[in-house]
Every structure is written in C-alpha cells, then in structure tokens.
C-alpha cells in the first residue's frame, strides 16, 4: 500500500522546552520525514511490493547479506522508523510504568545502567542509524544499534524504544553533542508509557 505521512500526534512546538525545537520537529518531520514517503512512493510503484503492509515491505526488502540496502528498504524502513519515533516521545507519558521498570531492573540491573548502555550505543553508532531497546522473541530485552534505515523489524526483534542519530534529528538543537542528545532524549523526551505498551 502507498506510503503516508502522518501528522504529528503533538504540536511542532510542543516538545521545545524539552530540548527539541520546533525547527528541528519542522524540518525533520515535514522535510525528512516526507522525503522518505515520497521517494518510497516512487519506488513502490512497479516493485512488485505494491500491495503488502509497510512491515512485510520492509522485511521482504531487507538483506542481511547486501553492503548497501535498496532504496525501497531504506525509505520505507526510514518511514517506519519515524512513525514510531515521533509515536515514543511526547510532553506527557514521562512517568515510567511500574512493570517496565521492573523489566528494566531486571534486565540491566538499574533504571542507570539501562540508560547508560543505551546512550552508548547511540554514541557508538558510526554515521547515521538508530540505538534501540528491542524485546526478542524469548521475551528478553536488548540494547541495540542499526545502521542508516536498518530496524529491529529485520531481525524478528520488537521496538520498544528508537532514538534517531542521523544529525538531521540533533544538529539544530544539540549541534554535534550527539551524546547530549542522548542523554536528553531519555531524560526530558520518551514517552514512557508509549514504550510500555510495546511489550508483548
Ligand atoms: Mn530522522
């Protein structure tokens, strides 16, 4: 099916006192973001993938062998990839439901040290790409790192939490503190609540 961009679920200015600006939720929303559903619209057409989910396209898309992915995966994984960003921030959720706490207590030991290897995978991601808090099959919870569109889809994994570190998505407003970011983005801009929801 064809590939739309959908709204913001918050206004542009919305997030700003919490370390992202309207500029940057403008330009990476409306410009970025648009970018990879209109070219993913062009390469749809004719592929062959034309009546498949956005999930399917991406994992029938994605290879695990190739050094460079196609365009068609990479737009379409990058329009997934957003989806589910702007889906997990937001000015309100801030409170961290109880049972992923304890997921995350569990898993990592601290609510610190979770967000410390989590930072440290998007600090150690080379270039542009995502870190990741992914749920495997087993039921298990993972910090992860991808490069440019690829996502836990490709592995079976389910997305908890994304956070993009292409410097289209900080260089506005953290210019190249990648690492600020970060540290920011788990402090002042997930939606807790939204992330909770995401384990199976
Ligand atoms: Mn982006």
Redesign the pocket.
Known sequence: MAFELPSLPYAYDSLESLGMSKETLNF?HDF?HKAYVDNGNKLLEGSGHEEKSLENIIKDTYSSTAIVQSGLFNNASQHWN?IQFWEMMGPSGKTMPSALESALNNQFGSIEKFKDEFIAAGVGQFGSGWCWLVQEVDGTLKITKTENGVNPLCFGQTALLGC?V?E??YYIDFRNKRPVYLQNFLENLVNWENVAERIR
């Open positions: 990476h970025h957003h993009d292409w289209h998505s």
